[in-house]
């Protein structure tokens, strides 16, 4: 009677068997969790609650019973009202005075909150030390992208200033160009860079979108790009989905452009996007018969500034596919790419649905 009383006042779920491991007593605390009467548990009624998916773990336990030690286990147990929770059991043998097996004694607790709470600190790490491997590589990257400018800036500064020390205005004007050029250089890429950081910063919340108005708008404002390069832009009947729609016409727009910048000097551009609709996301796909990228650059390309032309061969600053990869993440999705070099490359990104 001490010992039931003891038992239901504990917040903790309690439970007996006899030696041939059959359930004879649960504590209060089963009873409300389950929502259930005694007759409804005992024996081994108590298994209809379980998981279907868990019943497995069961049989492991099984092999524990037979040689009577202790065992833990998780499985999922319904609750009163019909959800699944995750519960931690902890099974004990007792034995009589006279060394004979009497039953296991076992004590449960409901463990879900623990469990999403340590899912989410791991997902949260795993986000902490991805953005925070972003941030060293952002800031050494464009650090040392802006370096490249100032250096020129300063040395043509030098020189005219040794011409005026000298009073040789001589080739002042063409140095003078010189400066300029590498201050519009700057701009440019403070520029670039402000309009990376404002993905995150100054995204528009989440509506929902149609993305063949969204393609209808993106192709539109690369009218001039498509007409001068006689380029064929074709896509698939586009879902609805929810997102930013600002986001969305800058990330089809980068690719497209991109895929028809990128063209083989000797073919048509030729770009078809298309969409696979998976479980949880939909996979897009922007395809072009371009120049290629050799697979050594896969990863490269998404970091800001990173390019594999000189400014001579494609214009560009090498932010456009870094603003891509921020606003599939800001998605909850991913972005890559698979190409055979002169013949195509095919980006790739998700979007959760
Ligand atoms: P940018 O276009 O300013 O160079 P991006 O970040 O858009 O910057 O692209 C980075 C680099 O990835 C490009 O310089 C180019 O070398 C490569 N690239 C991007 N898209 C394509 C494509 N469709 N085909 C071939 N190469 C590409």
């Avoid at 499985?75 to 004990?92: A, F, K, P, Q, W």
């Avoid at 192709?219 to 997102?243: C, F, Q, W």
Wanted: proline content about 3%; hydrophobic content about 35%.
């Amino acid at each position: 009677m001490r010992f039931s009383a003891l038992a239901d006042a504990s917040p903790v779920m309690i439970w007996m068997t006899d030696p041939d491991n059959r359930c004879y007593y649960f504590n209060q605390s089963w009873l409300t969790f389950t929502g259930k009467i005694f007759e409804e548990q005992a024996g081994s009624n108590w298994l209809t609650g379980v998981h279907a998916e868990d019943i497995k773990v069961f049989n492991n336990v099984a092999v524990t019973l037979k040689q009577k030690e202790k065992y833990t286990c998780e499985y999922r147990l319904m609750r009163y009202d019909g959800t699944y929770r995750s519960i931690l059991e902890v099974g004990n043998p007792r034995f009589l005075p006279d060394g004979s097996f009497a039953g296991y004694i076992g004590s449960c607790m409901d463990i879900t909150e623990t469990k999403i709470a340590k899912t989410e600190l791991a997902n949260q790490t795993k986000e902490l030390l991805r953005s925070n491997e972003e941030l060293e590589q952002f800031a050494y990257v464009a650090s040392h992208d802006l370096q490249e400018p100032l250096r020129m800036i300063i040395s043509y500064v030098q020189i005219i200033q040794k011409n005026i020390e000298k009073k040789n205005t001589e080739g002042l004007s063409e140095f003078m160009n010189y400066v300029l050029e590498g201050t519009g250089r700057m701009q440019l890429l403070i520029n670039d860079l402000l309009q990376f950081s404002r993905v995150t910063r100054r995204g528009n919340p989440f509506i929902a979108v149609d993305l063949n108005e969204i393609l209808k708008i993106s192709t539109t404002h690369l009218t001039a790009r498509i007409s001068e390069n006689n380029a064929t832009v074709t896509y698939d009947s586009m879902p609805k989905l929810k997102g930013d729609n600002f986001q969305l016409i800058r990330l089809f727009q980068n690719l497209i452009d991109n895929a028809i910048k990128f063209r083989a000097p000797n073919r048509q551009p030729e770009i078809k996007i298309s969409v696979e609709e998976r479980a949880e996301d939909f996979v897009f796909a922007i395809k072009d018969n371009g120049i290629g990228i050799e697979d050594k650059f896969y990863n490269r390309i998404f970091v800001i500034f990173q390019r594999l032309h000189t400014r001579n061969e494609y214009e560009g600053t090498g932010i456009g596919l870094a603003v891509c990869k921020k606003i599939v993440e800001r998605h909850g999705g991913e972005i890559w790419v698979e190409s055979k070099q002169n013949e195509g490359s095919t980006f790739f990104f998700t979007i959760n649905k």
